[in-house]
T-cell receptor
Framework: AQSVTQLGSHVSVSEGALVLLRCNYSSSVPPYLFWYVQYPNQGLQLLLKYTSAATLVKGINGFEAEFKKSETSFHLTKPSAHMSDAAEYFCAVTVYSSASKIIFGSGTRLSIRP | EAGVTQFPSHSVIEKGQTVTLRCDPISGHDNLYWYRRVMGKEIKFLLHFVKESKQDESGMPNNRFLAERTGGTYSTLKVQPAELEDSGVYFC????????????FGEGSWLTVV
């Protein structure tokens, strides 16, 4: 079985500061890992995904995440926060080589201070 | 190429009424999923279709929820009778094996039961 844990339901950073959203996963088989973002009153948008290729994954809007198997982590980072980054972010896991269901973390709401 | 589309985008119904949500997956995607997020909580898996067959319906909360995918194309999710706790956003998603397991989400159907 797979699961993800997102540390911190709410993170607040200043504009221009580093964004770090934490995600730890649990999987009995090699996982596929994702970060999705939900802007207010909008659907889920894929930010980036890890599919067993490069461990450092670059996504849209300047975000990136690093897969660390030894730490079972897939933290999301952005060097410099922008006001438009304010949204809710979801880490998710599924099993590779199949189209099985995706399991979401509980989400982290990111606020940006001017 | 059109993405996953959902209808209606917003619905307000009274307790006890029936609502039917529709999802059109990306053309050619055999795998279709329903998820929901209730009152700002985590995104929960409801069920998974492979073509017209229910592959996994372990997340369906009770027998007031009925999902169908006749012909393996679009899917409907009916809630009958609706209860207050059914309020939330219902997401549909689709994927095709071999796409790197990227699951593409629709904009969601926002349901309010009053």
């Amino acid at each position: 079985a797979q699961s993800v844990t997102q540390l911190g339901s709410h993170v607040s950073v200043s504009e221009g500061a580093l964004v770090l959203l934490r995600c730890n996963y649990s999987s009995s088989v090699p996982p596929y890992l994702f970060w999705y973002v939900q802007y207010p009153n909008q659907g889920l948008q894929l930010l980036l995904k890890y599919t067993s290729a490069a461990t450092l994954v670059k996504g849209i809007n300047g975000f990136e995440a690093e897969f660390k198997k030894s730490e079972t982590s897939f933290h999301l980072t952005k060097p410099s926060a922008h006001m438009s980054d304010a949204a809710e972010y979801f880490c998710a896991v599924t099993v590779y080589s199949s189209a099985s269901k995706i399991i979401f973390g509980s989400g982290t709401r990111l606020s940006i201070r001017p | 190429e059109a993405g996953v589309t959902q209808f209606p985008s917003h619905s307000v119904i009274e307790k006890g009424q029936t609502v039917t949500l529709r999802c059109d997956p990306i053309s050619g995607h055999d795998n279709l999923y329903w998820y929901r997020r209730v009152m700002g909580k985590e995104i929960k898996f409801l069920l998974h279709f492979v073509k017209e067959s229910k592959q996994d319906e372990s997340g369906m909360p009770n027998n007031r929820f009925l999902a169908e995918r006749t012909g393996g194309t679009y899917s409907t999710l009916k809630v009958q009778p609706a209860e207050l706790e059914d309020s939330g956003v219902y997401f549909c998603a689709s994927t095709q094996v071999g796409s790197g397991n990227t699951i593409y989400f629709g904009e969601g159907s926002w349901l309010t039961v009053v």
